[in-house]
Every structure is written in C-alpha cells, then in structure tokens.
C-alpha cells in the first residue's frame, strides 16, 4: 500500500498589476505618493466590500524591489508586532537579543492591517508610532533597543462595521474613500480585468510589464530627487490657508499635504513644489480631518457648472427689495440617505 504524501504545491506568488487597477485613479496616486515618501504615516483605505482595498495594497507590494508584504492579524499582541527582548540570553551570556516583530519584517515593504478599525487602540497607535518615525523602539525591564522600520503602511476600513477613533484617524497621513462602481461600462472594465488575471495571471502581468517597468524606475527616480524640492512660502501659505479651511486639528494636515505635494512633484519629475500641487494631493489629507462645521472641499475646475447654466449664480448680486426670492433659503430637516463609504463624522 503507497502511503507517500502528496506533494504540497506553492502558492503562486503573482500580484494583481498596479497599472491594471480599474477606477481607483485617487487610491493609486495616495499609494505611490506614501511609497514615495513612508514617513507620511500611510494610507487608510474605507469603502464597502469588493471594492479592491486588500489588492492595491499588494499591487503596490509588487512595485518595491525585494518588498515583503506583511499583514497584521487582527488578534496579534503588542510584542507580535513591536518584537520583544530575550532577557534570558542575558542570565546565560550576557547579550541582548531582539526576537523582531512585524513591523521588522515589513521593513522596506508594505504592511497591511484589515479592518484597522476593529484592532485595539493600544497597536493602532503602536503601529502609526513606528510608521511616522521610521523608528521602532523595544523596551522591556528597562532595556531597550531600536532598529529601522520603514515600511508604507495601508491600512484598511469598512465604515458599516464601525468607526476608527478620531485621535488614530488623523494619524493617518492620506486616505482614500472608496465607493461602488455605479458605471455598467466600468463595472465590466474591472470584471473584465480581474477575470483575465485569474485565469492567466502570467499573460496579463506580460501585458502590464513595460508599465510597470516603468513605474518602478519613476519611483526610484522620485525617492532620490525627493529630499532636493524645496517649498516656496507660497507654497506653505497654501497649505496652512487650506488647512484652516478644512477646520483640522494641529498642523499634522498642513505638514502631510506639504510631504504629499512634495511626493508628486518627485514623481512628476517637475524641480519645485508648487500650489498645483498641493490642490491635487489637498483633499486626500483633509478628507478624514476636515471638521464638519467646515466649508465643503472647493469643486474642481473641471467640474464646475457652466457660466449662466442651472444653479449659476445670478449676475448682478442683488434683487428687487421686497423680492421673496431673495431671501436666504431656509433650513429644512434633512432626509436620510444611504451610506456611500465617505468618511463618518467625528465624534465628539
């Protein structure tokens, strides 16, 4: 009788193409910007289910050479991920080893947390701790021990499952929120995609392979120049004005909004930082920070109504005195809607 165990085939190792993400144009520009520039605190992606969170943050894995991708369970402990010391090593031989965490191996890499806003505070704030300073410290019975850990974090949220508290909330650098596709034309685009690459993943990945290529050379390219682009005061002032606008807490908003202008313009190729730039990268740091008193984002340029259309603004600025119409429009209960995945709002 043969009782030979069969062998164990390897999982195939292929990633979904970064280039060949489907509608998620503001989601792939937040990721290449915090890979770029790590020390932004990362991405924070919130949106239904089956919207693609977990495969862009392994399509941007895909992008850095010799990158881990390394995920974070929701039921790790703090030494899981932070590493702990060996202090027995020191009774037999006097040396202190690191036993290393999570956030060692994703060093250089992505790591990516599944519903971030299900894990306990204490590691959120652990994580975004490390994420922001590129530092992990080791601490235990009064011995410590640092190392590099610099990593693009991509945490992900589905908001009907519960809200991330404000505090960690902003401690994300940008986010990113997500919806479903509502177009039947790209509906089938991202169908189409995504069922080519599972029944051939090494064609579609041959397809993409110059544009990746490419990519991966545009963010070398980026991560070198970064540190050369100044910010004119002009620049800075943008910022902070957007930034009062938006009613955030702190600085925090002015600072990623400067880092991420600073990141595209690396990616771009272009020599200096400009107020362009900000505006592009402004709404993906203000979305989750921006107070709900505050004034809605400013429309696109593209966007805006034309001159004289439905809902223009009348020419003259003034009305007949008397007129009823000119009154300022009076506040009426608001209906309730469906959820879209948009940011929920603070609490207090």
Known sequence: ????????QAASPA?????????????????LLAAIDPGMGGVLISGPRGTAKSTS????????????????????????????????????????????????RAHGGVLYVDEVNLLP??????????????VNTVERDGVSRQHAAQFVLVGTM????GELRPQLLDRFGLSVALTNPDDASQRQAIVRARLAFDADPQALLARHADAQSQLVARLASAR?????????????????NLALAAGVDGIRADLVMLRAARALAALEQRDAVSVDDVDAVAELALAHRRSPDSAAPPTPRASSPPAGGQGAAPSNGSAPEGDWGALPPQPEAMATVKHTGAWPPKKA
């Open 121 to 134: 505070d204490a590691l959120v704030d652990a994580l975004l701790d490390v994420a922001a300073s590129g």
């Open 158 to 161: 589905n908001p009907e499952e």
């Open 224 to 240: 070198v120049a970064l540190a050369q682009l100044p910010w004119s005061d002009t620049v800075v002032q943008h910022a902070a």
């Open 1 to 8: 009788m043969n009782t030979a165990v069969p062998e164990l």
């Open 57 to 104: 943050a392994r399509a941007l894995a895909a992008l850095l050479p010799q990158a881990p991708f390394v995920t974070l369970p929701l039921a790790a402990s703090l030494e899981q991920l932070v590493g702990t010391l060996n202090l027995e090593d020191v009774l037999r031989d006097g040396q202190v080893r690191l036993a290393p965490g999570l956030v060692a």
């Open 15 to 31: 990633a979904f193409p970064f280039t060949a993400l489907v509608g998620h144009g503001d989601l792939q520009r937040a990721l």
